[in-house]
Every structure is written in structure tokens, then in C-alpha cells.
């Protein structure tokens, strides 16, 4: 056998071994995203009593991800090692808004000859775009204001008028006034988290100076958040719901439980030309009486859950403009599907689907005209109604009242003629997501910051979240709206003009962007 012969078997040994052992890796690699993916599965499908709430859910869905992105980055690193083009990951990798600065780097070759001698030419260019991120940098704004007296005279000094402030003799900017209420309540990062950061960077700002801040903020914004909330009730439709806001009593040396109230429109589903909005409204309990008092000169139709409190609002009784209750079809499907969870329930998953098919219809129809919507449900979702309505019929007399399912469809039963509403009125949702919606970012900033200081603290907290969630609503960047209408308040805005300061007017009012 000649040494050539036995280099080639040499060679192609390694081959082997070095092939077996990628095989081996790769194999690992597969296993490892199986478990990743099982234990996907396993927080999105498993037992009520297993899964996670959601934010521990999209923390544990954050990790599945991270780790999945380095085995990839491993089976890449391999491919380099072996000079094979990586594979292309179908992956969203974020799109770069034209509005961001560019700021534009050329690489030339290291020479522009010829290794014939000849001049190379440009005959054209790859061209890539990356994020880069500058960390925020603080600051100082000197304002200097000259003194000027008069040589030939004594008629005194003359200096311009120190400029009114948000914060008198304070040292923060509208600006930064604006950043520290949009980390708060729209990026939900405690005052104490923000005070940590701004030391790293050098600067020592006391928690309880960030917190004047805000209570300053949010004394000169209350006027624009009782704007924002009048201008809802003079709409005819609108969403409301509410959610716990616990609150420090340190009388008792604990919390006690009061109420965030969201009143919200969202007129976008058909078609409807008014902005959306939401106000939120902290009250120390939950009772029905909070919710009149909220919605005092409000009428039309109101489309909430089925909380009882909200009955105070059609009593015979009740002095003010007529409401209608609409309900949501959401509420009555989670109530079977709890059902179905846990084990086999024909019956429960009947209905579930017979839901399913409105949900259909809907999606089909959002965005239209409200005439068309209406057309549209008395044609296709009317007839799936009257299905529902002999199913919820035929099953609830051979249900045990006391049993889950027949819970389920007494729930039903008892708000089947609001649950209804949307076939009569194209304006009407199937259910109370949009409200709810709103509401999440509360339900954020609060397992955040744990609870509120007191019932004032809380009050704040609702009229600043009122006015950042509706900035986001209508696709206005709270930090910039934050600095200029703290700085109009700051200098006197007029009372009579406060509209103009609401998220969707101030947009309108904007020069436009070259």
C-alpha cells in the first residue's frame, strides 16, 4: 500500500469521524429544541393550575427564545468553521423606521489596483442597515439672563423675566420631567429602578425627588385628563371595565383594595371618524355607585362584563340620560372553555364553537361601515344566534344548576338580551376586549410597583395613565406630547383652549416632517 493510498484513507477517517461528530452536535441541538418546544407547549397548553400568569408567561417565552437563538448561533458558528454559507433563519428581525439618522460608513478595498496593473471602477454596492443605540446622555441647560443698567442715568436695571417653569427653582427640564412619566407608566419602571439608573450615569436624584416631580406633572395635566374625559362622554358609544388598584392604608399597616375605572372609545372597528381614548378613574371600591358617578351625562350604549354593579345604570329608577348595556360574548366563551379544560365536555365545547362562528363573522366585517356590519349579522350571525339560543335551551333544562356548565349557561341566559345588542347596532362590538386592552398596562405598572402610596397616589396614577395610553392609541409619542404640554401649562396655557391639547388635536396641530 503506498504512503499516498494510506494518506487518502487517513483523510477520508477524519472525514468520518468529523462527520459523525457534527451529526452527534446536530442531534443534541434537536433534542434541546424538542425540550424547548415541549416546554412551550407546556406553558401555553398546560393545566390552569400549572400555567403562569401572563407576564411570567412572556418572561418564560423570553428565555424559550434567547435559548433557541444560541443554538443557532452554534449551528452558525459550525458553518463558518467549515466555510458553508449560513443558513437563512426565518426569523422577524425588526424593521429600521425612515425617520432615524443615518449615519453612513464606507468600506473601500484595501487597494483599487488592478492585480493587472488597470484602475479598478464602481460598478455598484451592497448596502446593509444595523440599530445602533446611543445610551441616553444627560444634560445641563445654563440659562443666563443679563443685567443692564444705564451709565448716564439711575433709572434702575433691566434684565428679561426669568421663564416660567413646570418645577419653580427645580433643575428639571419639561423634558426631563416628560422622560421620568413615560418610564413610569408607559415602560412601567418604578421611580426607585429610575433613580438607580440615573446614578450609574453620575447623577444622584432622591426617589422622593422624582416623585414631586410627578405629583407636580400630574397636578398641571389634571385639567387635560378632565378635557380627555368629557370629550368621551359626549360620545354615544363607549367600553368601561375595572381593575383592582391596591392601595397602601397605613392606618392598618397594610393594603386595602380600591379600583382603577376605564372608560374607553374605540370607534375604528366601524369606521367611525372619532379618536380613541381611554380615561382612567380611581374610586375606593367597586361598587355600582362609582360607575354612575363616572359616567354622569353620559348616554347611549355602554358595553361592559357582566359585573352586576353595572345594573345600577339601567334601574327604573336612575335620574339621567337613558344607557344601554351591551355585553360580551368573551366573558360567556371563557366560562366554557374553562369548562372544557378540565376534561372532556361535549356539551361546553359545542357552544364554544357555535361562539366561534360569530367570532368568524366579525373578523370578516371589522373596519366596515356600521350598515354593513349590521346587514351582514342579521344575514349570517342572526341564524348562528338562534342556534345558540335553542343549545343554550334545550341543555339548560337537563343541566344541574349548581354544575359549572349549568353556571356557564345561567351566565349566559341572564345576559342573553345584551349579549344580543350587536345584531340590532353596527356600532356594537361582540365583546369587551378594546377596554380591556387598555387596561393591561395598569395591570403592568402594578406588579411593578406592587401598589400605590394612597388613594392620592392612585388618583395621579389614573390621570397620567389616561393621557399616556390614549397618546399610544392614536400613534403619538408620549415623550414629546409630555414635554410640550407640560411646558404649555407651565406658561398659562388657557382653560378655554384645553382641547387643543388632546393627544389626537396635538398630532393634527404638528408642522409636518420633512
Known sequence: MTADLLEEIAALKAMLIAADARDKRKDERIARLEKLVAAFRQAVFGRKSEKSDPDQFELALEDLETA????????????????????????????????????????EPDSLTCACGGCLHCIGEDVSERLDIVPAQFRVIVTRRPKYACRSCTDGVVQAAAPARLIPGGMPTEA?????????????????????????????????????????????????????MADLKRSTKLFMDETRAPVLDPGARKTKTGYFWALARDDRPWGGTSPPGVVF?????????????????????????????YNRLIAADRIGPCIQLAYCWAHARRKLIEITRSGPAPIAEEGVALIRELYAIEAEIRGTAPATRLAIRQDRSAPILARLDDWLAYHRARASAKSPLGEALAYIAKYRDGLGRFLTDGRVEIDNNTVERTIRPIALNRKNALFAGHDAGAANWATIASLVETCKLNGVQPQAWLTDVLHRMATGHPASQLDELLPWQWKANQPPKN
Open 68 to 107: 433557541m437563538a444560541v443554538v443557532h448561533a452554534e449551528e452558525d458558528a459550525e458553518d463558518r468553521a467549515a466555510k458553508r454559507p449560513a443558513k437563512p433563519r426565518a426569523a422577524n428581525r425588526g424593521s429600521l423606521p425612515k425617520h432615524l439618522s443615518r449615519i453612513e460608513e464606507v468600506i
Open 176 to 228: 426631563t420631567v416628560a422622560h421620568v412619566l413615560v418610564s413610569k407608566y408607559a415602560d412601567h419602571l418604578p421611580l426607585y429602578r429610575q433613580a438607580q439608573i440615573y446614578s450609574r450615569q453620575g447623577v444622584d436624584l432622591d426617589r422622593s425627588t422624582l416623585a414631586d416631580w410627578v405629583g407636580r406633572a400630574a397636578f398641571e395635566l389634571r385639567p387635560v385628563h378632565d378635557a380627555l
Open 281 to 309: 378613574t380611581y374610586a375606593p371600591g367597586r361598587g355600582g355607585q362609582h360607575a354612575e358617578r363616572i359616567l354622569q351625562g353620559f348616554g347611549g350604549i355602554l358595553q361592559v362584563d357582566g359585573y352586576a354593579g
